[in-house]
């Protein structure tokens, strides 16, 4: 076979996917997790979907969205795991957690409640764990922390907490050796979260999407960082305000490097660098809820 020949070769499909099947992609995804798939994504959908279609039996992508269209409920969690993104690392954004570690020690004895909201595959609310355990000092760490993802995948990898050689970016050693458990033999280069470590998390599926969160309303600290960036403004407004009940006033919610919520002062201030800080309701000004009616009406 030549060279023209082999690269002919290489750019057929297993499936045929037209533009019009992209955008009920598009259309799908949007409507059940909120993300906004640009059009340059085009081939990295194929190339996850695609993997659905021949472990599932689909001879096409439109009989696997026509069945996901008509309630193959089995089927859309899957579906919306293909085409999370999972980006993430230990203590990812390390600016943020000395002022985490600041506002911990301000409650001095108090019991502290921390929700992760896009827990990903467990670095994050392990990080958070570690940083609780620093502030105690060696004592057992009077806190809880909740950590959540709609991708119920990446939560088993999160709830099993071990994680592979190349997983171990952004954890020095003195924390590797003080809350991991290193690996032998066939697990050798693995690490794995000490139980006392684990059992300051509990983890839960969650959508950010939902009208109503099943989880509790007096939250001292929300890291969701590094979500609402796929959300239209409209939708970031209205997953803010859904979060803002779940915070205590004074409450500090960590968004990521790109997020900036300055439209939303009718519900959070500016407290550092991507660093928030929940507006008690009874102090919020006319201007400040005028900013957020706008926010709503936007595009």
């Known amino acids: 076979m030549s060279t023209a020949e082999a690269s002919m070769s290489v750019e057929i499909k297993e499936y045929s996917f ?72 230990f203590f990812r954004e390390e600016h943020h957690f000395p002022l985490l570690t600041q506002f911990i020690q301000s409650k001095s004895s108090q019991p502290i409640k921390i929700w992760c909201a896009a827990a990903s595959t467990g670095e994050e609310p392990y990080s958070l764990a570690i940083t609780v355990s620093e502030c105690f000092a060696g004592g057992t760490p009077n806190a809880k922390i909740l950590a959540t993802d709609i991708d119920t995948n990446v939560l088993e990898t999160a709830s099993a907490g071990v994680y592979a050689a190349d997983g171990h970016k952004g954890l020095s050693e003195q924390r590797r050796n003080r809350f991991f458990l290193k690996g032998t033999g066939a697990n050798a280069g693995k690490i794995r979260a000490r139980p006392e470590l684990r059992k300051l998390i509990e983890f839960a ?95």
Not at 43 to 68: I, Q
Request: glycine residues 4%; positive net charge; charged residues 25%.
């Open 205 to 299: 599926p969650l959508n950010l999407l939902s009208s109503e969160y099943a989880v509790p309303a007096d939250f001292d600290v929300i890291f969701c960082r590094n979500v609402l960036i796929y959300f239209d403004k409209p939708t970031q407004y209205a997953v803010l305000k859904r979060l803002s009940r779940h915070l205590k006033p004074g409450g500090l919610l960590f968004a990521g490097h790109s997020e900036n919520f300055s439209d939303c002062r009718d519900i959070f201030r500016l407290r550092g660098k991507t660093v928030y800080e929940r507006v008690d309701p009874r102090h919020s000004t006319a201007a400040d809820q005028t900013i957020g009616l706008r926010t709503v009406l936007a595009q």
């Open 18 to 89: 037209s533009n019009a099947d992209f955008e009920r992609v598009r259309l799908l995804i949007r409507k059940t997790a909120g993300i906004n798939l640009n059009a340059t994504k085009q081939n990295m959908v194929y190339s996850r979907l695609s993997r659905r279609l021949r472990v599932m039996g689909y001879a096409s992508f439109k009989a696997y969205l026509d069945d996901l269209e008509s309630g193959h409920s089995d089927e859309w969690q899957e579906f919306t795991n293909a085409l999370t993104t999972n980006l993430t690392s």
